[in-house]
């Protein structure tokens, strides 16, 4: 009966495999979401952009990608690489990737806005390559919705791994950085947010990328596809068929609106993160370090029990649940934050992180297992299993939400005076921080509440689909 199940797709992974497949993730968060939580703040303190300028280079970024994501998405579906149809970009798009990433945190051409675009914008269009594939991977793996749970826990597992690691940046940059006397405490210290740090900042992102490239590498070697896209049908892919399959498909464009949310909200908070720590809190790198830790812990504690939480109150539940959760604890950092006395509430601050970020953690973790179903409500309604032209439109997606999550931060701190050459920030300044933090992304998170209880595809519906595209397989 087994092999009568996996010969129609319902394939069971070992745990090397999940694990493998996982590494991809924490690949790419060692180096995109080290990009995505720094490179603005790099930019405006030790690169030095104006905040204005960096803001217009976010978005910039994100139209160029919205152009080359169908583009990637196409030439993926319709290609055929010999090492595998999406592995194959796992090493293609992950050595350049490393590469430019890297050079994005070089202080070499010093404030050049130009340095920064073409470094920023290569990196952005490498991470594509490697990107899209690898959401596709998942689908061609199996098409059993149990085994696609397994996996997207073990992949959120690893991602947020890569999460502690990033958010240790700090620690690791204070190894390398140059050390100076503080006037308050009387001790040398690190100095790890003016252009004296520059070289600690490249040594760290160095290291980073090398080892995600690695990473890469073993992802590729434990992944086998085995659902993919009959050659014929492949051969007739074309970009417009992104628009095409999300006119038609209703659940890809309620998924795709909560990527844009969910991406905008965690952007917009993580490259506040750093400004809130240094200027309103006024941390030491050990305590921003654990500030962050805070915002990834709760996924070694929950994502493991996302199966169970699914079964139990289903997905609907589990996202209200979580998301609820997450703006419950962005209202007690509101709260609990005194812009006169930061510094005593420190122990209250990490408590409310701990609550927003074990809600944002498992609502955004779990969207990626929606990824395989409306690929393979697609192949129900169309009978072609474009699962590269899907991820590029997720990627279009989430890209947008990223976009904003670049852009808002830039504009608002220009908007309300941010300087970084200024150790003390005005109380305008301040505030503004404060709502980079809580109140914006809270907002988003109600709306994305709303986007997400249109989406009707439940785990019953999708049994029937994938019961129904068996029989007509056969």
């Known amino acids: 009966m087994a092999n ?48 204005g300028a960096a803001a217009v280079m976010f978005l910039v970024v994100r139209i160029v990608d919205v152009l080359w994501d169908p583009i990637v998405g196409t030439i993926v579906d319709k290609g055929n690489p010999k090492w595998g149809k999406y592995r194959s970009w796992l ?24 340095y920064a675009y073409i470094t920023y914008v290569g990196m952005s269009m490498c991470y594509t390559l490697v990107n899209v594939p690898y959401g596709a991977i998942n689908s061609a793996l199996t098409r059993d919705t149990d085994e696609i749970t397994i996996l997207t826990s073990t992949r959120m ?54 080892a995600g490239l690695l990473l890469l590498v073993f992802c590729f070697s434990q992944c086998k596809e085995r659902v993919v896209m009959d050659q014929k049908e492949a051969a007739n892919v074309k970009v417009s068929d992104l628009w095409t399959e999300f006119g038609r498909n209703k659940p890809l464009r309620v998924l795709a609106f909560f990527f844009i949310t969910a ?18 809190v006024g941390a030491t790198p050990f305590l921003t370090t654990l500030f962050m830790w805070l915002g990834t812990i709760p996924a070694f504690i929950f994502m493991p029990l996302v199966p169970a939480i699914k079964k139990a109150i289903g997905k609907k539940g589990m996202f209200y649940a979580f998301l609820g959760t997450a703006i419950i604890g962005m209202a007690l950092m509101y709260t609990f934050v ?137």
């Open 4 to 51: 009568a199940s996996e010969a129609n797709g319902f394939y069971k992974l070992s745990w090397l495999q999940r694990i493998g497949f996982g590494s991809g993730d924490l690949a790419q968060n060692l180096i995109y979401q080290t990009v995505s939580i720094w490179l603005l703040f790099f930019y405006t303190n030790v690169f030095g952009l104006d905040p």
């Open 91 to 114: 090493i293609l798009g992950g050595i350049p990737l490393s590469a430019l990433a890297i050079l994005c945190f070089w202080n070499g051409f010093n404030g050049s806005l130009i």
């Open 157 to 210: 597992f690893m991602a947020n791994l890569g999460g502690i690691i990033v958010k240790s940046l700090p620690l690791v940059i204070a190894i390398f950085a140059p050390k100076a006397l503080n006037p308050e405490s009387g001790k040398m210290e690190a100095v790890t947010n003016t252009p004296e740090a520059a070289g600690a900042w490249f040594i760290t992102m160095s290291i980073f990328c090398i």
């Open 338 to 474: 005194s812009i006169e006395a930061t510094k005593s509430n420190i122990v209250l601050l990490c408590i409310a992180q701990f609550i927003k970020s074990t809600g944002i953690i498992v609502a955004t973790g779990y969207m990626w297992a929606l990824v395989p179903e409306v690929i393979t409500y697609g192949e129900y309604t169309t009978g072609r299993r474009i699962a590269g032209i899907v991820n590029a439109l997720t990627g279009i997606f989430f890209k947008a939400g990223m976009a904003l999550g670049g852009v808002v931060p830039g504009f608002v701190l220009a908007i309300v005076g941010f300087n970084a050459a200024n150790a003390t920030q005005t109380s305008q300044a301040l505030q503004g921080i404060l709502w980079l933090v809580c109140v914006i992304p809270a907002i988003l998170l109600l709306l994305a509440i709303f986007i997400i209880s249109k989406y009707e595809l439940s785990d019953e519906k999708m049994d029937e689909i994938n019961k129904a595209i068996e029989a007509r397989n056969k």
């Open 263 to 280: 991406f905008s909200m965690m952007s917009v908070s993580n490259a506040a993160d750093a400004y809130f720590m240094t200027y309103n």
